[in-house]
């Protein structure tokens, strides 16, 4: 696939974090880009299809797919997720079965021979992984461990089973950093808290609620992230695979809290709240990149200190 080619593209989740910034990249390139989703996202798009009730939602394959033969996309980007459910089931029918219907949609529609299909997935597939085996190459043997986990491996192992009748790429990104970061993710918590209070109350001191702070993770810059994944969607040796989206660095969370507090231009304090404290923290976690890099050949990752600071000003 060539890199000057205007393509057609639909994105779902389009109003997630990954899912905003990746509507704007594909939409300064000039490409067709379409949105399916409950909200249009309004911008960066050159058409949204909504979705509604079940009569044309998510869950009715019959509609993806007139949705699929109007736009005919030479790309299909699957972020639609949900991390919070009210349990296992309403995972699977997220994070899972969507995809599933998707990917009905495409056969329904003979679109095989020229939609290809980017599902992402997370890393909490990998669950809880010893020491030994750091850092985590793909091969690694998944035991999950929370309701998205297990439902996001599922999404994963069925998406690849419709390889190579579809070409289908499952990407596992690892914690993506930068503006627009979640507010339950640790770092999105730490930043929004900062933020808020020196918008409301920038002359009173300020305790910065955190939980387990005694752990080391991989992150990766949005800045980084977007136009990686975009170089494994356009390269057709990636597909039929699994990639980890990640540095290969583990970063300890308390590092990154007093870098916080240091360059907040607040007087904070730390406070450990136990209600953000999880019985199932694993010490450290981190990804193997190697097949990112020999995909697309990046090598330099933005430093995380340079992700923070933008974070805070932005």
């Given at each position: 696939m060539k890199e000057t080619q205007h393509l057609k593209i639909l994105v779902t989740g389009s109003n997630g974090f990954i899912g905003q910034h990746l509507l704007k990249f594909l939409f300064q390139k000039r490409h067709h880009v379409f949105t399916l989703a409950r909200?249009?996202?309004?911008i960066n798009r050159d058409k949204h299809f909504a979705l509604g009730p079940s009569s044309i939602g998510a869950n009715n394959t019959e509609y993806i797919k007139e949705v699929l033969l109007e736009i005919r996309?030479?790309?299909?980007?699957?972020l639609a997720t949900s991390v919070h459910t009210n349990g296992l089931h309403e995972s699977m029918e997220i994070n899972c079965q969507y995809a599933m219907r998707i990917i009905d949609a495409i056969k329904l529609s003979q679109l095989q021979e020229k939609s290809k299909l980017i599902v992402f997935g997370s890393a909490a597939e990998y669950g809880f992984v010893e020491e030994s085996s750091l850092p985590i190459k793909e091969s690694h043997c998944p035991r999950p461990i929370s309701n998205y986990g297990i439902s996001k491996l599922s999404?994963?192992?069925?998406?690849?089973?419709?390889f190579p009748q579809i070409q289908v790429l499952c990407i596992r990104p690892f914690t993506v950093l930068g503006h627009g970061m979640p507010h339950y993710m640790a770092?999105?918590?730490?930043?929004?808290?900062?933020?808020?209070?020196?918008?409301e109350n920038p002359s009173k001191d300020f305790f910065l609620e955190v939980g387990n702070l005694e752990t080391l993770r991989d992150f990766i810059d949005i800045d980084d992230a977007i136009p990686l994944i975009w170089s494994l969607a356009i390269h057709e040796k990636s597909y039929g695979n699994i990639v980890n989206l990640c540095s290969g660095v583990p970063v300890s969370l308390?590092?990154?809290?007093?870098?916080?507090?240091?360059?907040?231009?607040?007087?904070?304090?730390?406070r450990k709240d136990t209600?953000?404290?999880?019985?199932?923290?694993l010490y450290i976690n981190y990804g193997d990149p190697t097949l990112l890099k020999s995909l697309t050949g990046f090598q330099h990752f933005l430093p995380w200190q340079q992700s923070l600071n933008r974070m805070l000003q932005s």
């Open positions: 909200k249009d996202p309004g996309p030479d790309l299909i980007f699957h999404q994963t192992q069925m998406s690849l089973s419709a770092i999105g918590s730490f930043v929004n808290q900062i933020k808020k209070w020196r918008l308390k590092d990154m809290v007093h870098f916080l507090v240091e360059h907040s231009g607040m007087k904070l304090a730390i209600g953000r404290m999880r019985s199932n923290d």
